[in-house]
């Protein structure tokens, strides 16, 4: 039934999936009762009119086109956390690629341990598992692999000016759209495998966003005036990771950096850097090799691994 606005005979899908016709139309049936549109001809067939915007195996695999990112598919309709499954796969054997992906979290896990909303059927709830053969001390470099590649799915999908925010945000008119939390499991000198969280918000009406959050946040609707189909986002966020994990794995960290650095605003501005009871004042000068933000105070250019950065002026 992939063969969206085209028809298929009863006796073709009954050939093509080796069981009787009275099966086909019972799935048809279910297929119906999950919310695909299905179009019932005589002489002519079933069509399929639409598909329920939900992320299933199904529908994101018929689109993937991708060499690591996606070789498996597990799809949750709830899930306490896509980081939580994804470490526990990992510590399994789970294969290079493995992608975890719910319809709503009851404990996504944002930054520092906060919460990220999670509603249901509405965002990209996903985490990946990749297995390079790096150092613990570069595996930070795929964060920001990981925010240039929803940067660009972003833009590529809705032509909307998604800007990097150091260590992990993606913003949209300076407001929340993505956060990322990377997480490993690895010995002294090697890393076992690293997962790759992600949340975007895609579907998110402006009225299930609380006013309470730490920053000012928005969704892909919001920003576009429209509803848009997840399964085109989460495929073009997919294939971004998969191109520029193959950059990286071929030709190091430096491309990855410039092009995060490509998507930031704040190099050569003035910023504050708040880390725990710490308060830094400088000229951003961009990353180093591990991630770290580079701020230029004081005559020394000072390495920050963790904090919230605030533009001054």
């Known amino acids: 039934m992939s063969r969206q606005g085209a028809f298929i005979s009863g006796a073709e899908l009954s050939r093509e999936l080796g069981v009787s016709r009275a099966a086909v139309w019972k799935q048809i049936e279910s297929l119906r009762a999950l919310g695909y549109r299905i179009e019932a001809v005589r002489s002519h067939g079933y069509r399929l009119q639409s598909s329920p915007d939900r992320l299933s195996a199904e529908d994101l695999s018929a689109r993937l086109q ?16 896509t980081n939580l499954q994804a470490l526990r796969l990992g510590e399994q054997g789970a294969t290079e690629g493995t ?7 009851r404990g996504g896990k944002g930054r520092l341990g906060r919460h990220w ?9 996903t985490s990946i598992i990749l297995r390079p053969r790096i150092p613990p001390w570069d595996a930070p470099q795929l964060t920001f692999l990981s925010a240039v590649a929803v940067a660009r799915a972003v833009q590529q999908v809705c032509a909307l000016p ?30 076992h495998f690293v997962v790759l969280g992600i949340g975007l918000n895609i579907n998110m009406r402006a009225d299930q966003i609380p006013a309470s959050l730490r920053y000012p946040a928005t969704s892909l609707a919001i920003e576009m005036d429209r509803p848009l189909s ?45 880390s725990g009871d710490r308060t830094l004042s400088g000229i951003v000068q961009g990353i180093d090799t591990d991630g770290a933000l580079l701020v230029a105070a004081a005559g020394t250019v000072e390495r920050v691994l963790a904090g919230d950065v605030v533009p001054v002026g």
Do not use: M
């Not at 990112?69 to 597990?74: F, I, M, S």
């Not at 509603?119 to 709830?125: D, E, F, H, I, M």
């Not at 294939?239 to 092009?259: C, K, S, T, V």
């Open 99 to 105: 992608v975890l992906v719910a319809e709503s979290q």
């Open 162 to 191: 998604a800007r990097v925010k150091w260590p992990n945000d993606i913003l949209i008119n300076g407001r929340k759209v993505a956060g990322l939390l990377n997480e490993l499991s690895a010995e002294t000198d090697a890393v």
């Open 66 to 81: 991708t060499r690591i990112v996606g070789r498996e598919l597990v799809c949750f309709e709830e899930t306490d956390s």
């Open 230 to 274: 997840r399964v085109e986002v989460a495929c073009a966020v997919y294939r971004q990771l998969d191109d520029l994990y193959h950059l990286y794995l071929n030709e190091g960290f430096d491309p990855i950096r410039l092009a995060w650095e490509a998507c930031f605003d704040l190099v050569g501005e003035k910023v504050r850097v708040e």
């Open 117 to 125: 909303l999670s509603p249901s059927g509405v965002n990209l709830y």
